[in-house]
C-alpha cells in the first residue's frame, strides 16, 4: 500500500462546489518561497483521494499571491490584512465547501507520501476529533511537536531547567521529548499547530479559532477546547511532514508575543488567582535568563502590562476580496 501511495500520479485539486474527503487550509504571510514546494507534495496526495486546497493570504508583499494564482487549481483568499495564524484560518472556513475533514498546514511544510491518508485512518480508527503528524526538522531528526497541557510546575519547570534535562517527569515539563512518544500512535494534549487534521463536525462544534492570540497559543486553545468538548486528540507517526520552522519568522517582538500568550492563555481557562502565578512562573523564566537581551526585553513586557499593546496584533482589513 505504501509503494502505491508513493508512486500515485500527481492529482488535481477539487474545486470550490465539489464534495472532498479533506479540504487543506494554508495561511500564508510572505510564502512564496515555501509554497510551490507544498502544493507539489500535496498534488501527489491528490492522486488517491479528493482534496480540496484553500489558501488565505495574509497581505503579503512578496510574490506568494503570485506563486498561488499560478496554481489554477487552488482556492485564494484574500484576508485583506495581517489577520494571524488564528485568523487566517478563520477566514478560509468560508471556502471549505463540503469536506470530511479539515487539514491545517503551515505553508514552510512538505507533506511526505501518504501522510493525508495516514491521518484520515487514524481519524477514522481512533474517532477523534484531531490528529496530528510527526513533523521532521530541516535535518530530518524528529521534531518535540507533543505538548502537555500548560501548568504552573510545568512552567516552573521549564523556568528552572529550559531544554535540560528533558526526560525530567512531565509534571515539571510541557514539550514531550520522551523519543517513544513519536514512535507509537496514542492520545495527547495537544501539539504544535504547523500540521492538524480536524474532523469537520468537530471543527463545527468547536467554533472559530481564538483570533485573540494572533499567533501563538492559538493552537493551544484550540486544543484545549476540542478536549473539553470531548474530543480525543491523536498523534499518528506514520504520517510524516518535514517542516523547515521558518513559517512564522523570528524576531524579539514574536518572542514577547510568545510569552504574553502563555499569560492569556491562563487567563482564559483558569481562575484569577492561577492565572497570576503562571504569570510569574513566566517572569521567572525570563529572569533567570536576562543576561541575553531577547529574554530582557521579554521581562520587561511580561512585567507591565502597559505594554502589551504594543505587541503584534492583527491589521483589519478595510475590505477583503477572495477569487479562485
Known amino acids: 500500500m505504501a509503494r502505491d501511495l508513493a508512486t500515485a500520479p500527481p492529482g488535481r485539486f477539487a474545486g470550490p462546489d465539489e464534495a472532498v ?9 510572505q510564502s512564496a518561497d515555501d509554497l510551490d514546494r507544498l502544493i507539489a507534495s500535496l498534488r501527489h496526495e491528490a492522486g ?15 510574490a506568494t499571491l503570485h506563486v498561488a494564482r499560478g496554481h489554477s487549481d487552488l ?15 478563520n477566514a478560509a472556513m468560508a471556502s471549505i465547501g463540503e469536506a470530511d475533514a479539515i487539514l491545517v498546514l503551515n505553508p514552510d511544510l512538505v507533506v511526505e507520501p501518504g501522510a493525508v491518508a495516514a491521518l484520515r485512518a487514524r481519524l477514522r480508527e481512533s474517532r477523534a476529533g484531531i490528529v496530528v503528524p510527526k513533523i521532521l526538522d530541516a535535518d530530518g531528526e524528529t521534531y518535540p511537536s507533543i505538548r502537555r497541557e500548560p501548568t504552573l510546575l510545568r512552567a516552573l519547570g ?19 521529548s ?29 467554533g472559530p479559532w481564538d ?3 494572533f499567533l501563538y497559543s492559538e493552537e493551544t486553545d484550540f486544543f484545549r477546547r476540542a478536549r ?9 507517526p506514520t504520517a510524516v511532514v518535514r517542516h523547515t520552522q521558518g513559517g512564522s519568522g523570528a524576531s524579539v517582538d514574536l518572542e514577547r508575543l510568545m510569552a504574553v500568550n502563555r499569560i492569556r492563555y491562563a ?21 533567570a535568563r536576562a543576561w541575553m537581551p531577547a529574554h530582557r526585553a521579554t521581562l520587561r513586557t511580561v512585567a507591565s502590562e502597559r505594554t502589551w499593546a504594543d505587541l503584534p496584533r492583527a491589521s483589519r482589513p478595510t475590505r477583503a476580496g477572495s477569487g479562485t
Open 21 to 29: 474527503d479533506v479540504a487543506i487550509v494554508v495561511v500564508t504571510y
Open 48 to 62: 488517491h483521494q479528493r482534496l480540496r486546497v484553500i489558501v488565505a493570504d495574509n497581505a503579503s508583499s512578496d
Open 75 to 89: 482556492v485564494v483568499a484574500e484576508t485583506g490584512g495581517n489577520l494571524g495564524y488564528a485568523g487566517g484560518i
Open 158 to 176: 521549564d523556568a528552572a531547567f529550559g531544554s535540560r534535562f528533558a526526560s525530567r517527569p512531565g509534571a515539571f515539563a510541557e514539550v514531550v
Open 178 to 206: 520522551d523519543g517513544g512518544a513519536y514512535e507509537n500512535a496514542h492520545p495527547l494534549d495537544w501539539a504544535t499547530g504547523a500540521a492538524l487534521l480536524i474532523d469537520a463536525g468537530a471543527a463545527r462544534t468547536i
Open 211 to 213: 483570533e485573540r492570540f
Open 228 to 236: 473539553d468538548l470531548g474530543y480525543a486528540v491523536w498523534f499518528e
Open 267 to 287: 487567563r482564559k481557562h483558569h481562575g484569577r488567582v492561577a492565572a497570576a502565578a503562571y504569570r510569574g512562573a513566566v517572569v521567572l523564566h525570563e529572569l
